[in-house]
């Protein structure tokens, strides 16, 4: 494998998140009755006007402020022609010459990479340059059955963005990282919910092997189909096999497109470079150019830009949260939001401790990227209430456990369940003090061991009372008292 150099492009196709298409004003809603959304300019009906969605544009712009792209301070709308029954007009508005973005890059952080290749990155601290952004409008959705096909047009006209990046990839790990880092850049702006598994993050990928000490590169192969980010890691590293295997048996590789098949991990050839598309692509007559001047100072003029995982992972550690839980907090805006919101409730607690309950016991029991704060049956704070207890010490840890593994099933508030399970540690002086002193008097020669200096003898006492207690006892305070009775 060493013998030869892969270079892999991603192309992104990253539904926004506005409320109405692109070009009219039906509402863009995920899982409604099919062709119930849609009027005569998504149906491309003769005489229907296209009118630009402004909110689409500005988050477009938005997302290449925060990847560092340009905006030309004018932009154009293309046709792009092509016959599918997914797409009623038999065109696709797009942006050809004059895209809505150019340049930037995606930086690659180390935890955005699969877990099992974090230890071996091949180049810490690289940022993947980006081609271009432009915006387009969604097709309809096929559904093939065994003699029909069925199709639904309320994606027809829904607001894309397209992100195309340069050839710079290397591996299928800075693939998943490269996804990951846009997927959480995507979902801190809002402008995406950027889920490969619902379909709102649709990736392609272009690959590539050529011998090494080859200048140009080798045959260009499409990927299509990678639904989940596991698929795009999989589906290159097949691809690369593949390839050159051919190329060791001294076969040519051709221009062509390629299905990944998820359940049989392997790809197959839809078509090559002869029966390509002319797109015979030209200004869409219908719309006037944008001067985009106007939005990007509306964006400036709104606030400060969203805040992108990486410079929220820096705050987290400022906040004295280790480079890994900061990281993982910051992943994404449901999460992070979660942490803030238990963190500025219980400000007497460490943010460090609270950062280790949710990246420990939360995340045990929500899915990361798939949580919403509404459908949980507690709040932040309640949650934050829990790791405060702990932490002065009225609930012992693996009590905490508990009480949060019944918060999360039933929504009670963290006092009412401690007090239900008698958990109530035992934190009056006066009964603590009568239980250390029967052991003391128990073990008089733990005591000497004690005022001969041994720490462990003093754990040992700690221990004891808690036994005594049936673990009800306050350790914080168990020690102090031990500790005053002991060595006065
Ligand atoms: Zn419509
Ligand atoms: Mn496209």
């Not at 004059?98 to 099992?116: I, R, S």
């Not at 299905?259 to 598309?277: F, P, Q, S, V, Y």
């Not at 990246?359 to 509404?374: G, Q």
């Not at 009670?412 to 401690?418: D, G, Q, R, Y």
Request: hydrophobic share 35%; net charge negative.
């Amino acid at each position: 494998m060493s013998k030869y150099i892969l270079t892999i492009g991603l192309e992104v196709h990253a539904q926004l998140t506005t409320r109405s298409k692109m070009f009219c004003a039906c509402p863009v809603e995920y899982g409604a009755e099919p062709n119930t959304h849609t009027c005569p300019t998504c149906l491309g009906l003769p005489g229907a006007l296209p009118v630009l969605n402004a909110a689409a544009i500005e988050k477009t712009i938005l997302t290449g402020m925060l990847l560092g792209c340009e905006t030309p301070p004018v932009v154009n709308w293309d046709r792009k022609n092509y016959f599918y029954p997914d797409m009623p007009k038999n065109y696709q508005i797009t942006q050809m010459p004059f895209p809505l973005c150019l340049g930037g890059g995606v930086p690659l952080g180390e935890f955005d990479y699969p877990k099992d290749a974090q230890k071996s990155i091949a180049n810490p601290g690289k940022v993947v340059r980006l081609t271009r952004i432009h915006l387009e409008e969604d097709v309809g959705k096929s559904t093939h059955y065994d003699k029909f096909t069925t199709l639904d047009f309320n994606r027809a006209g829904t607001p894309l963005m397209e992100i195309v990046s340069e050839p710079d990839i290397d591996s299928a790990e800075e693939a998943f990282a490269y996804l990951t880092s846009l997927r959480g850049i995507l979902r801190s702006a809002g402008v995406s919910d950027a889920d490969m598994e619902k379909g709102n993050l649709r990736c392609d990928v272009n690959i590539s092997l050529r011998p090494e000490g080859q200048k140009e590169l080798g045959a260009k192969i499409e990927l299509k189909n990678l639904n989940s980010m596991s698929a795009v890691r999989r589906a290159i590293k097949f691809e690369t096999e593949r390839q050159a295997g051919c190329l060791d048996r001294g076969e040519k590789l051709i221009q062509s497109t390629r299905r990944w098949d998820d359940d049989r991990g392997e790809t197959t050839l839809m078509r090559t470079k002869e029966d390509a598309h002319d797109y015979r692509y030209f200004p869409d007559p219908d719309l006037l150019p944008v001067h985009t001047d106007v939005i990007k100072k509306r964006i400036r003029d709104a606030g400060p830009l969203p805040e992108v995982p990486k410079s929220k992972s820096m705050r987290y550690m400022g906040m004295g949260l280790p480079e890994y839980t900061a990281s993982v907090l910051s992943s994404t805006p449901s999460l992070s939001g979660f942490f803030e919101c238990a963190t500025d409730a219980w400000k007497q607690v460490p943010a460090v401790k609270m950062a280790n309950w949710v990246s420990n016991e939360f995340l045990a029991k929500v899915d990361i990227d798939n949580f919403a704060l509404e459908s949980l049956k507690f709040t932040p704070t309640s949650f934050g209430e829990i790791v405060y207890y702990t932490e002065n010490g009225k609930i012992s840890n693996n009590q905490a456990k508990e009480v949060f593994a019944e918060m999360f099933e039933t929504g009670k508030p963290a006092a009412e369940i401690i007090k239900a399970k008698g958990f109530e540690q035992v934190s009056d002086t006066g009964a603590l003090e009568a239980i250390v002193e029967k052991i003391l008097a128990a073990n008089p020669d733990k005591v000497a061991e004690v005022q001969a200096g041994n720490e462990k003898a003093m754990n040992w006492f700690t221990g004891q009372a808690m036994k005594a207690s049936q673990g009800k006892a306050n350790p914080k305070m168990v020690t102090e008292i031990v500790r005053k009775k002991v060595l006065g």
